[in-house]
């Protein structure tokens, strides 16, 4: 037993010598591969988008109450989840060949093995037990098993980001369609408010056609108007009814009602989300992040494939017991062993080159997709700040146009009325208002999902 300490305490002091070594390249980040600044000036804050936990950003309790319902039921981000849990394990079996593999074993035989002594005479039956502690250890002597350690680590940690953009991409989903299903269902009220505007006076100009107060073309194009409508009515209805059952698949349960939108509300999102400068916040992102831990993973796999070309040296020892007798085996004679073995590669077909060139040419990889990552986060970013710096002013002009469309088609009923326009003249109008209310429901949805899209794009405050 004393035997098998010593070596025991050697290996361990061996893996401390040795511990800092690995042939790994030095990982470096380089430079951002994006401008510095966005092409749409924001103003710069002590606080980033990022930062604000959901909740500061989604204000309205119903929406609040759908998110968490489906951060819970959610079975995609349940996947995603559960896929960090086996990234984990991963990373735990890997690690486990750090350290030397110990094993107790405790064997016996018994039998007759048809030998005879000196004189002629058969032995008869045979009993041999025995039990000893066994470990075996591979001296990472040149971090083979430190950089596959290593490698698992950081594809643990992308896989963690993995998650966290999962998520984000949810909540952003979440809201979207609970704000498209608002949107859709103010469309739709606002069609069968037309409507039945257009029944009402297509029964009258139907009893004005038949005394010979109107004519045909008239009649005619009042009926369009109002088949038109109707037909907005069936197709938003049949829209709506989608809208519940994407945002039900979302969700991954069913949504209570009292949890609904009954009007587009212009106050769901927080108006103001503050953004930083690219370096602070694009860096951030969980997938960028993601792709530059599986940048790191892949570094790693280059210094095991270069210590591939290099010894493997592995240690192997046991201490126990041995008897012939079961009842006395621990009294029985001490027994040791001690196997060191060394393997030097010296032709493997190329097997060791191409690895080595794989693993530099997946680091390559790694890199153009990080690259890509910070490339594509800075789109989504500049394409959503550039939608903010205008919308407002498309939501001001669009209110304007749907005043001045009411008022338009006000006059024009009352000069229709009078008998100073044609019906021509009040159908255009009715048509241009119609539009125009439609358009203005339209633009707020847009303002309100830049938002959401904005906030997914700068991080989504996970961190």
């Known amino acids: 037993m004393t035997a098998f300490v010593k070596i025991t305490l050697l290996g361990a002091a061996s893996a401390i010598v040795l511990s800092a070594c690995t042939m790994s390249p030095r990982y470096e980040r380089g430079a951002l591969p994006v401008p510095s600044q966005f092409p749409t000036a924001v103003?710069?804050?002590?606080?980033?988008?990022?930062?604000?936990?959901w909740r500061q950003v989604f204000l309205d309790p119903r929406l609040q109450g759908v998110i968490d319902q489906a951060l819970?039921?959610?079975?995609?981000?349940?996947?995603?989840?559960?896929?960090?849990?086996?990234?984990?394990?991963?990373?735990?079996?890997?690690?486990?060949?750090?350290?030397?593999?110990?094993?107790?074993?405790?064997?016996?035989?018994?039998?007759?093995?048809?030998t005879v002594d000196t004189n002629g005479n058969p032995v008869g039956?045979?009993?041999?037990?025995?039990?000893?502690?066994?470990?075996?250890?591979e001296v990472d002597l040149f971090g083979r098993v430190r950089s596959l350690n290593?490698?698992?680590?950081?594809?643990?940690?992308?896989?963690?980001?993995?998650?966290?953009?999962?998520?984000?991409s949810l909540i952003s989903a979440v809201a979207s369609a609970w704000l498209n299903l608002a949107a859709d269902q103010e469309q739709l009220r606002l069609s069968q408010q037309t409507l039945r505007l257009r029944e009402e006076s297509l029964n009258l100009t139907q009893k004005r056609f038949d005394v010979g107060a109107t004519d045909q073309m008239i009649l005619r194009q009042t009926q369009v108007l109002t088949e038109q409508a109707r037909a907005d009515v069936a197709s938003l209805t049949a829209t709506v009814q989608q809208d519940r059952n994407a945002l039900r698949l979302l969700v991954g349960a069913e949504v209570t009602p009292d949890l609904l939108p009954d009007a587009f509300p212009d106050n769901a999102v927080l108006a103001n989300?503050?953004?930083?400068?690219?370096?602070?916040?694009?860096?951030?992102?969980?997938?960028?992040?993601?792709?530059?831990?599986?940048?790191?993973?892949?570094?790693?796999?280059?210094?095991a494939a270069r210590a591939a070309f290099f010894p493997s040296i592995s240690l192997t020892a046991s201490a126990g017991k041995a008897s012939s007798d079961l009842g006395k085996l621990f009294?029985?004679?001490?027994?040791?062993?001690?196997?060191?073995?060394i393997s030097v590669p010296i032709f493997a077909g190329g097997a060791?080159?191409?690895?080595?060139?794989?693993?530099?040419?997946?680091?390559?990889?790694?890199?153009?997709?990080y690259e890509g990552a910070i490339?594509?986060?800075?789109?989504?970013?500049a394409d959503q700040l550039a939608t903010r710096a205008t919308i407002d002013d498309r939501l001001t002009a669009q209110t304007r146009v749907v005043e001045a469309a009411t008022d338009s088609n006000t006059l024009a009923q009352a000069r229709f009325d009078r008998g100073v326009d044609s019906r021509l003249t009040l159908t255009d109008s009715e048509r241009t208002l119609y539009s125009a209310q439609q358009q203005l429901i339209s633009i707020r949805l847009v303002r309100t999902l830049n938002l959401i899209n904005l906030y997914a794009a700068l991080g989504g405050g996970l961190n």
């Open 150 to 168: 290593q490698a698992a680590l950081q594809s643990y940690f992308a896989v963690a980001e993995n998650r966290k953009a999962a998520q984000i």
């Open 43 to 53: 103003t710069a804050t002590g606080a980033s988008a990022d930062t604000l936990p």
């Open 72 to 114: 819970t039921n959610n079975r995609d981000l349940r996947v995603a989840i559960l896929n960090v849990d086996k990234a984990r394990s991963q990373y735990r079996i890997q690690r486990a060949s750090l350290f030397p593999a110990v094993n107790a074993t405790v064997a016996g035989s018994r039998g007759n093995t048809g």
């Open 331 to 341: 009294d029985g004679i001490d027994t040791w062993t001690f196997a060191p073995s």
């Open 375 to 381: 490339q594509s986060a800075f789109r989504d970013v």
């Open 125 to 137: 039956t045979t009993e041999a037990y025995s039990a000893s502690v066994g470990a075996s250890w």
């Open 273 to 303: 989300l503050p953004v930083g400068v690219p370096s602070d916040i694009l860096l951030k992102r969980p997938d960028v992040m993601a792709a530059e831990y599986s940048l790191k993973s892949a570094n790693a796999n280059i210094g």
């Open 352 to 369: 060791n080159a191409a690895n080595l060139s794989a693993s530099k040419t997946s680091r390559d990889i790694a890199v153009a997709q």
